[in-house]
T-cell receptor, first 112, second 116 residues
Framework: ETGVTQSPTHLIKTRGQQVTLRCSSQ?????VSWYQQALGQGPQFIFQ???????GRGNFPPRFSGLQFPNYSSELNVNALELDDSALYLC???????????FGSGTRLTVV | AQSVTQLGSHVSVSEGALVLLRCNYS??????LFWYVQYPNQGLQLLLK??????LVKGINGFEAEFKKSETSFHLTKPSAHMSDAAEYFC??????????????FGAGTRLAVHP
């Protein structure tokens, strides 16, 4: 049974650029959630995807968007990057109506 | 709205000593509660969770936590600290958004240091 895989592990972007982060969910999991963890803080919920649609969103602007694919993998896209977007982005997969979240190791994004 | 408060951003213990990490929550409905551990440059690993049933929950690596509804607490304990326990620990509470989706609300974390 494979866990949650995220790519890339690290990247550096310039303010104003766009970035795409990727996540492969754990086998048997059909729901993917994304969290942002700023330095020294707990993770904050960005949004969740189920059946290829966004079914819940936290307090993040529309420039944060996502996709889920038929194989349940997911992407997080961030447009018009700002310095405050620098953070660890965590992907978590789960089965329907389950609290059995499995987290990936995260992508460390630095915006300069 | 649900929220989580972790008392003490930093806790330091000696190897072999008791570990106690505090977590208080607020929830308008019976909560599901979680403790996660994060090692440097890694993601979150589930230590234990409370959903229903027995209020004393045992997790991995010798950790346990007790759900106390009257105190709205879910403190994490381990009888004897090991050097490998040094990490960041996060308490989380479940939250259900409009539309029925589930998410976690995390506390700010407690960094545990273990010294010889």
């Amino acid at each position: 049974e494979t866990g949650v895989t995220q790519s890339p592990t690290h990247l550096i972007k310039t303010r104003g650029q766009q970035v795409t982060l990727r996540c492969s969910s754990q086998s048997g999991h059909n729901t993917v959630s994304w969290y942002q963890q700023a330095l020294g803080q707990g993770p904050q919920f960005i949004f969740q995807y189920y059946r290829e649609e966004e079914n819940g969103r936290g307090n993040f602007p529309p420039r944060f968007s996502g996709l889920q694919f038929p194989n349940y993998s997911s992407e997080l896209n961030v447009n018009a990057l700002e310095l405050d977007d620098s953070a660890l982005y965590l992907c978590a997969s789960s089965a329907t109506d389950s609290y059995g979240y499995t987290f990936g190791s995260g992508t460390r994004l630095t915006v300069v | 709205a649900q929220s989580v408060t972790q008392l003490g951003s930093h806790v330091s213990v000696s190897e072999g000593a008791l570990v106690l990490l505090r977590c208080n929550y607020s929830s308008s409905v019976p909560p599901y509660l979680f403790w996660y551990v994060q090692y440097p440059n890694q993601g979150l690993q589930l230590l234990l969770k409370y959903t229903t049933g027995a209020t004393l929950v045992k997790g991995i690596n010798g950790f346990e936590a007790e759900f106390k509804k009257s105190e709205t607490s879910f403190h994490l304990t381990k009888p004897s600290a090991h050097m490998s326990d040094a990490a960041e620990y996060f308490c989380a509470v479940s939250d259900q958004g409009s539309g029925g989706y589930n998410k976690l609300i995390f506390g700010a974390g407690t960094r545990l240091a273990v010294h010889p």
